[in-house]
């Protein structure tokens, strides 16, 4: 009797062990939260534009910058979240792109973003340049600005957001 | 029991074989190295890919050249590879259809060689024709119908460049760790690495896109660049990037998916059929979903190139925007036509457009302005061997 508990005990204990294992494969862990200021708005942000929701995704990356100045892709992206909210913010929009250049010379976004916005606002020269300047960052962002500024018409959805943070 | 002695000089022969390792000159595949070479692009060019096997030499593009230009490369020593690409006309030759040894036709019309390098594949419908070294031995070898004749008289047509001091000497120095170079393989290496050097960049268009001169495009022309990057017509998407084609290789680029276009110029049976042999892909494939596909070419000298289309079958460039507005020339004046627009063979981009005779003007100074007029007079200048 005591041996066939002991049998039962044993087969019980090694399929907790198991089942317990095989629950841990399969739900892996949420990602830790990045704490680090501004991040979580930013990434609300990016969402919110990717849904075209432009003025909550303003108030976002508003935040986002609020707490941390320095957030090259904040700018970039605040900055087609106003140009996208009509002609009276290309203005805005164009400092926030140039603030994103200043701060991060490489960012490929910003350069494809202000070119169309410079295409927009007729200044063919000046998207140019940004075109130039995106052939030695990025081939496709700079093939896609060069049929924007060529055909004066905006890319198709939103090439030139800044997800990466 | 191991003494401090030991372990000094073990430490010393690790230290040895670590420095070695660190400093050990990069030597190419084939023994080459790629030093002396350096790329002259126009602005806004990435610099194209090479395989590792067969490096960028000066020495080797110079035996390319002289090779290109030869007819000895041919079997019966009548044509050259320039024969069939000229450089007055971006390298091609003005033909519907190639015209190969003792007059032979060939099914399509020479390809242009302008900037070959970034092509992502060779030839009008060939997914596996990737390497400009393997691409040059399809005119040398084909024997249906023979181009340039040389199956089964390798040996005499090799023979003819051992047999030439100055061949001789640039064979030997283009591929120093062979013992004997002057042979079918390194000639094709070598005619693949002049045709890298096919780079053409410096068009109206180009300085006005990369160069900073926004007058470089005139009115007309600038009219027609947006007409062709415009949703309406839709050019840019399968002549597309800065070389105004399909899919390109370059140095750092992904891989990228091969890609070819029913343009609906043909319907033989009602059923979108492409008249034999050029079926395209379906030539290499046998899938009747590949039937009348093509690669899209550059349209970089595009104006220099006429006849159009695989087969020349359209002379001109107005006609060609004809067929495009059309939604393809099968579907408007082919036998089966009119025929249904929604064929699961003709490319869902073939979707047709209205054109004012003002904008087909347009278009058309448009790809005249993709003409580079320096590449054509340097590569004539530089032909003669």
Not at chain 2, 135 to 163: C, H, I, K, S, Y
Not at chain 2, 237 to 250: D, T, W
Not at chain 2, 304 to 325: E, F, K, N, Q
Request: glycine fraction near 8%; aromatic fraction near 8%.
């Amino acid at each position: 009797m005591s041996s066939r508990l002991t049998r039962i005990a044993t087969v019980f204990v090694l399929l907790t062990f198991f089942a317990t294992a095989a629950w841990a494969a399969g739900s892996s862990p949420k990602p830790a939260k990045d704490k680090r200021p501004g991040v979580a708005e930013y990434n609300a942000g990016v969402k919110l534009m990717q849904k075209e929701r432009f003025a909550e995704a303003q108030s976002k990356f508003e935040a986002a910058l609020a707490k941390n100045p320095k957030m090259a892709e904040a700018h970039n992206n605040l900055g087609y979240s106003l140009r996208k909210q009509g002609e009276a913010n290309f203005a805005k929009a164009l400092e926030h792109y140039n603030r994103a250049i200043d701060l991060k010379s490489d960012l490929a976004e910003a350069y494809m973003y202000r070119g169309v916005l410079h295409m927009l606002m007729g200044n063919e020269a000046k998207a140019l340049e940004d075109h130039k300047a995106l052939t030695g960052m990025d081939r496709g962002l700079a093939d896609a600005l060069q049929a924007a500024i060529a055909s004066g018409e905006e890319p198709d959805g939103l090439e030139g957001l800044a997800t990466a943070w | 029991m191991v003494g401090p002695r030991t372990l000094a000089a073990a430490a010393l022969v690790l230290l040895a074989v670590a420095w070695h390792a660190g400093h050990q000159r990069l030597v190419r595949a084939n023994g080459d190295r790629a030093e002396g070479f350096v790329w002259q692009l126009p602005q806004g060019f990435p610099a194209p890919r090479v395989p590792p096997d067969n490096p960028m030499t000066p020495v080797k593009v110079e035996l390319g050249r002289r090779l290109f230009h030869d007819p000895r490369l041919s079997g019966d020593g009548t044509l050259a590879c320039v024969s069939c690409h000229d450089p007055a006309r971006a390298f091609t030759d003005g033909r519907a259809r190639a015209l190969g040894i003792q007059d032979n036709l060939h099914p399509r019309s020479a390809m242009s060689l302008t900037n070959v390098a970034y092509n992502a594949t060779l030839g009008w419908d060939d997914p596996g024709l990737t390497r400009l070294e393997d691409q040059a031995l399809v005119p040398l070898l084909n024997t249906r119908p023979p181009e340039m004749g040389v199956a089964g008289r390798e040996d005499e047509v090799l023979a003819r460049f051992a047999g030439d001091r100055r061949y001789r000497a640039l064979f030997t120095e283009a591929f120093p760790k062979d013992d004997h170079p002057v042979t079918l393989r390194n000639v094709t290496y070598a005619l693949a690495a002049f045709e890298r050097t096919l780079i053409s960049g410096n068009s109206p268009y180009d300085r006005w896109a990369y160069g900073g001169e926004v007058a470089a495009l005139d009115p007309e022309a600038r009219a027609g660049a947006r007409l062709f990057f415009s949703r309406r017509l839709n050019c840019f998407r399968c002549h597309a990037g800065f070389n105004f084609s399909g899919p390109v290789v370059y140095e750092g680029s992904a891989g990228p998916r091969p890609l070819f276009h029913n343009t609906g110029l043909y319907d033989e049976d009602g059923r979108g059929a492409y008249p034999a042999p050029n079926t395209g892909v379906h030539r290499h494939s046998g899938r009747a979903a590949d039937m009348g596909k093509f690669r899209a070419p550059t349209l970089r000298n595009i104006a220099l190139t006429a006849p159009y289309m695989h087969d020349g079958s359209i002379p001109t460039l107005a006609a060609v925007l004809d067929h495009y507005a059309a939604g393809g020339r099968a579907r408007s004046a082919g036998p089966h036509a009119p025929a249904a627009t929604d064929d699961d063979l003709t490319d869902p981009l073939m979707a047709g457009f209205k054109l004012t005779p003002d904008e087909r003007r347009h278009l058309v100074a448009f790809l005249h302005a993709l003409t580079d007029d320096s590449f054509v007079r340097q590569a004539q200048e530089t032909g003669q061997p």
